[in-house]
């Protein structure tokens, strides 16, 4: 919220919500007036979101808005058409190595030169459960045991640098770890503002 009361001009501004849930993001962006896309994997999230928004967008804008889809394939979106892109508590669904990649790829091809990618993801120190998972072998940072049955990939803040700069992302403010207070097991997360660098002007 403090990063969006920062732009004197929200309808020029393009932001992607990859993995929009609810529309616990996308509400509050589109009642700010942003040019808001937003995309989740799960059809009855994606109509929860087009619900909430429909009194503040219209139901025709809100459908247009909010579409299912992958953020892995982001396939929808041309190159650098965002200038923010939202993606709080996602990239560390991705089960293998190669999907966190294409995530990530697609993240930062759909940014446009000096556009922000705001993150969240779960650090190995995360236990929702208390009951603890363990590692894939032969598999970095891909664990498995959750009790949604599936693996995840994490990562701490200072792996998650790494892990943007090969896409070309560099942190705008230092990477910070959260750990919440939580009533069952931990939530410990890695949260990261990235930029992406301005196209230099050719020489003459």
């Not at 190595?97 to 190995?124: K, N």
Request: proline letters at 6%; glycine letters at 10%; charged letters at 30%.
């Amino acid at each position: 919220m403090a990063l969006l009361a920062e732009n004197a001009e929200p309808p020029k501004t393009r932001v992607l919500d990859i993995g929009c849930a609810g529309g616990r993001n996308a509400v509050p962006l589109a009642r700010a007036g942003y040019d808001l896309t937003a995309v989740d994997a799960s059809p009855a999230m994606v109509a929860k979101t087009r619900e909430r928004l429909a009194p503040i967008l219209g139901a025709e804008e809100a459908d247009r808005r909010v579409r299912v889809g992958r953020m892995d394939d982001l396939s929808f979106a041309r190159d650098a058409s965002f200038d923010f892109v939202v993606a709080l508590g996602l990239y560390h669904c991705a089960q293998s190595r190669a999907e966190w990649d294409r995530a990530l790829s697609e993240s930062a091809r759909v940014l446009a030169p000096g556009g922000r990618l705001l993150v969240s993801v779960f650090t190995s120190e995360t236990d929702l459960d208390g009951r603890g998972f363990r590692a894939v072998p032969g598999e970095p940072h891909v664990y498995e045991g959750f009790e949604s049955g599936g693996r995840h990939f994490l990562v701490d803040a200072e792996q998650l640098d790494r892990e943007m700069a090969r896409f070309g992302l560099t942190p705008l403010e230092p990477t910070r770890t959260a750990r919440p207070k939580v009533e069952k097991g931990r939530r410990v997360s890695a949260n990261g503002l990235y930029g992406k660098a301005q196209r230099r002007a050719p020489s003459h």
